[in-house]
């Protein structure tokens, strides 16, 4: 049972952690395309056009977002795995 316990606080942390990551990397440049600059890291969630901003300059994509969260949530799972005492 104390298993259980142990991984179950992992999978907790990682989650949360993940998207803490996720929500970091979404105010870190990541590429700048012609008229937008796109953040987020792996997959650019945010986006804010610079080139005609009138029409909705801010996009979201809570999709990618998602993708992004999840990538997360594995690495920090993988190295709390790897580096915490079993």
């Keep these: 049972m104390g ?3 142990m991984n179950d606080k992992k999978i907790f942390t990682s989650i949360l952690g993940g998207i803490g990551i996720a929500l ?3 105010i870190i440049e990541n590429k700048a395309l012609e008229g937008a600059i796109q953040y987020g890291w792996p997959m650019a ?3 804010l056009r610079v080139l005609a901003p009138e029409h909705s ?6 999709l990618w977002f998602v993708v992004d969260a999840a990538f997360w949530t594995i690495i ?3 190295i709390l795995r790897y580096t915490r005492n079993q």
Excluded: A, C, E, Q
Excluded at 57 to 62: E, F, G, N, Q, V
């Design 3 to 5: 298993d259980r316990s």
């Design 24 to 26: 970091i990397s979404g």
């Design 45 to 47: 969630w945010r986006i």
């Design 57 to 62: 300059p801010l996009r979201i994509i809570p």
């Design 76 to 78: 920090v799972y993988l």
